[in-house]
Nanobody, 126 residues
Framework: QVQLVESGGGFVQAGGSLRLSCSAS????????VGWFRQAPGKEREFVAA????????YYANSVKGRFTVSRDDAKNTGYLQMSSLKPDDTAVYLC???????????????????WGQGTQVTVSS
């Protein structure tokens, strides 16, 4: 399996931006689709965004569509989540995940991912 480490979280005011990174090691990163999920205290883990292993398709939760952009740089073994126009409701621990295959709905369910990072905290103040 691939090992994942997130970075880039922090504290930001509403309307601000952050870019999260998901650095991979252990396996060929280009073989993996990448998903981003978030979990707020007392809430279930929810889908945020995903990108197929080719990078040709991306998926977003309705709550972040138009504000977040998922991308990948296979030469750097890194996935990214650019977050803009952040809202207090975006406050959560953000986690990246990887799976060997997948597209569409498969990438929107956290149960379909075997490899996970430890998460990075994003806090948005009003």
């Amino acid at each position: 399996q691939v090992q994942l480490v997130e970075s880039g979280g922090g504290f930001v005011q509403a309307g601000g931006s952050l870019r999260l990174s998901c650095s991979a090691s252990g396996r060929r990163f280009s073989s993996y689709a990448v998903g981003w999920f978030r979990q707020a205290p007392g809430k279930e883990r929810e889908f945020v965004a995903a990108i197929t292993r080719s990078g040709s398709s991306t998926y977003y939760a309705n709550s972040v569509k138009g504000r977040f952009t998922v991308s990948r740089d296979d030469a750097k073994n890194t996935g990214y989540l650019q977050m803009s126009s952040l809202k207090p409701d975006d406050t959560a621990v953000y986690l990246c995940a990887a799976r060997y295959y997948g597209a569409g709905d498969v990438l929107m369910n956290p149960r379909n991912f075997a490899s996970w990072g430890q998460g990075t905290q994003v806090t948005v103040s009003s």
